[in-house]
């Protein structure tokens, strides 16, 4: 290419670019300023209730789309603003910044391009096409995957919002968050308790400090695994099938905890009288017998519950 | 909102702290003079904060003294004051050199890069914090430890010492932990969502040091576009597991990365104090990663054979210092090299290595242990799942995971001379030895194949993303990978 078509090609690059860039932003400005205005006049209940849909029975997705509703107006209201202020910022400088965003492409294709010291044969000249072709859709590929990222953080909104893990219990069981409230409610927060169990329990160990979980971990079940719904039974001893030195660290309580099918004995499922009310308040059930064991005891045991 | 301003405090503090330690890296290697560009500066102290950060907290508790709020305090004034003294010192040496007008404006392509990236780095902070931790690793490794260290205020908490205490991996190393006991101090409360802010810095330091780094050695629109690919790989961001979270895989990638840069800048490197420079800064990163997590030590072996191995094979020449110089000489000053790499790591990590031998071994693998020909060869047949499966996620998966397996291939199949000379082969070997380790690991752990590597892969080869992409900068690089004549004409901070 010599250098006037060169030139040529700049100006009309420039030219293309300077008012894409114009049409674009200055639509944006527009619509990003209309999309603030609607979001600060528009009352949040009339957003959530456009979101949720009556016909639906599944009550996580109503819940689901109302928090979506809700983060998207909170958004709404604090970004577009600023997008629209931005918008117009660079409508204002379009034309310095689409000779800044021709620079660049040009950059990108010297970057890219052979040294000169290369020959002049087709395979050499493939090799700049394959490096754009690359950087290009490493980066396309990462656009897509940010717009994931957003629509997913406006779906992890109506669950986690700004509480603190402790009072979310996220991704964990059902049963797993309920022992975790159980005990909370039953020890002191500087408590010791040994579980026997057929659970990983990492994160009871976690949400309930500053107690402090102690468990024999059956050496078969070590570097087990668990899968959801108890679809792979862990081995576990029982409370009677335990090594004396366990009892060296000295528990405050012992826990039994069981969920697997060949560790529950459907007639303990009530022993504890405590857990088994708790559990009844906890689902307003009052007639609830929970599928899974707990039996928490003082230790040494003091005949009863805490 | 404690917990909000209590992270912005921990971070300031140390990365400011990380500034004044690389100005002490200066000072011992008689570099203070070279200019560098802002991006490696700040990259690196972020890093090297860091990991000081949580060093100086893991010693002062291992001689006896309490982690209490006061200390955590101190360690922010001190780091605080010790940085901005730095800073400023740094600025009225720059000014005596420079005026300010004479200075280069930066090329467009860079300028753009620099737009993106810092958006990107903006949005890491801000989604990371719009979840608490929520992952197994990050709450049955990590932060259980963070919270016992923020409890009880020592390393030696008995709960930590007890091989029943409810734990995963209570070998793992502390870095994480104490950064994030770090912040709960500064609040005064525990709130694992603020903790996460050490993971997008990071994200930060990473792909500043390798947009800084490459900017020197290459030019500065090459670096700072490598450094957005980078900054792009989906793997370490936006995806869950990557900086987001508060799991130890995107951090390992972040030290065990930027070690191997520096690593790969000191092979560039025929000045002496400028390549000790490198090659201790290499070595502290790479330290730092034995202190993220359990693979940085199998890393710190690859490191070691992948240059010994890039040594030999290209009969004992390696980085462009070796040119002009006889072969004993040569493989003298590579020795040399080597020996101050290994021995600076070594000393570091020997307070930890120490204490972590007096750690429970309860769900720990014992690889070394199980490390048998016997058993290597019995499990032989595992290769079949796991070569097959290792591919599957490079390069069938690259809509999940991103394309820099792709263009690592791509790079090495453009340019084959150039990827296998000095410094890329060293990257190519690396890279090749950490892949090995995968599967030998695969092999050796008493946990089912496909469970085990198949719900790992993807996080390990996430470890492996910056120097893969390092390599494709250096092989597509359109400087020629030669010594910089003149120093870079760009400013320090």
Known sequence: MNSAESSQTRSRLTRWACRSLAVTTGFSVLAFALLAGAAWLIPPEVVQNWAFDPSSTDAFAQFEAVGIAEAAQWLAQWAAPVLALVSYLIWRHHARLSLGIEGAVRRFWRVTANPPSLPDSLRFRLVPIVKRVAIGSALALAIGHWGSAFQQRLKDWPYYRFNDGDQVLPNISDANREVIRYLQASTPENARIFVVSDQKLFFLSYYLRPRSLFHRMHPTAEHLIPRANQARQLAAYRLSELPPDVWECRPDFVLEYFEGPEYIDPARATEDRAWLQFARQRTGDSTRVPEYVVVLRRWPITGGSP | ?493
């Open chain 2, 1 to 493: 909102m404690t917990g909000l301003v209590a992270a912005v405090i921990a971070v300031v503090g140390s990365t400011l702290g990380g500034r004044s330690l690389l100005a002490l890296f200066d000072r011992v290697c008689g570099t203070r003079e070279i200019q560098r560009p802002s991006a490696e500066i700040w990259g690196a102290s972020i890093l090297l904060g860091a990991g000081f950060t949580s060093a100086l907290a893991f010693v002062w508790s291992d001689i006896g003294q309490p982690l209490t709020a006061q200390f955590s305090w101190g360690q922010v004034g001190l780091s605080g004051v010790l940085g901005m003294l730095v800073i400023v010192n740094a600025r009225r040496q720059l000014s005596r050199a420079h005026d300010e007008d004479s200075r280069p404006a930066l090329a467009p392509l860079a300028r753009a890069c620099q737009v993106v990236l810092g958006f990107v780095i903006a949005a890491a902070f801000l989604q990371t914090f719009l979840t608490p931790q929520k992952f197994w690793d990050e709450r049955a490794i990590f932060a259980i430890k963070a919270k016992v260290l923020y409890e009880a205020g020592t390393i030696d908490a008995p709960e930590l010492l007890h091989p029943d205490f409810v734990q995963y991996h209570p070998r793992y190393p502390l870095m994480l932990p104490l950064l994030e006991r770090h912040v709960y101090a500064l609040a005064g409360r525990a709130n694992d969502r603020w903790a996460k802010v050490w993971f997008p810095l990071m994200y930060a330091g990473l792909v500043l040091s390798y947009a800084g780094v490459l900017a020197r050695r290459t030019s500065p629109d090459w670096g700072w576009l490598m450094a957005t690919v980078l900054g792009l790989v989906p793997v370490l961001l936006p995806d869950e597991y990557g900086f987001l979270s508060a799991q130890a895989d995107a951090p390992m990638a972040c030290f065990q990365g930027v070690a191997v840069l520096y690593f790969w800048d000191a092979l560039h490197e025929h000045r002496g104090a400028i390549q000790r420079r490198s090659l201790l800064l290499a070595s502290s990163l790479a330290a730092g990663a034995c202190f993220v997590k359990d693979e940085g030590l199998a890393y710190l072996l690859v490191n070691f054979l992948a240059w010994a191995s890039a040594l030999l094979l290209g009969g004992g020449r390696l980085g462009f210092e070796a040119l002009d110089e006889k072969l004993p000489r040569r493989l003298g000053h590579q020795l040399a090299a080597m020996t101050t790499f290994g021995l600076f790591a070594a000393i570091l990590l020997i307070p930890w290595m120490r204490h972590r031998a007096t750690l429970p071994t309860t769900t720990e693998m014992h690889y070394l242990e199980r490390m048998e020909a016997g058993r290597l060869l019995e499990r032989l047949s595992t290769l079949q799942w796991s070569l097959p499966h290792l591919v599957r996620r490079m390069f069938v998966e690259w809509r999940i995971w991103g394309l820099p397996w792709w263009l690592l291939l791509l790079a090495a199949l453009t340019a084959p001379r150039r990827s296998w000379a000095g410094p890329q082969r060293f990257l190519l070997l690396i890279l090749l030895g950490a892949l090995a380790a995968f599967v030998v690991a695969g092999m050796l752990a008493p946990a089912e194949l496909e469970e085990h590597l198949g719900g790992s892969s993807h996080r390990y080869l996430m470890q492996l993303v910056p120097v893969a992409v390092l390599f494709v900068a250096a092989v597509w690089s359109p400087a020629v990978s030669v010594p910089p004549v003149a120093e870079p004409p760009k400013r320090t901070a």
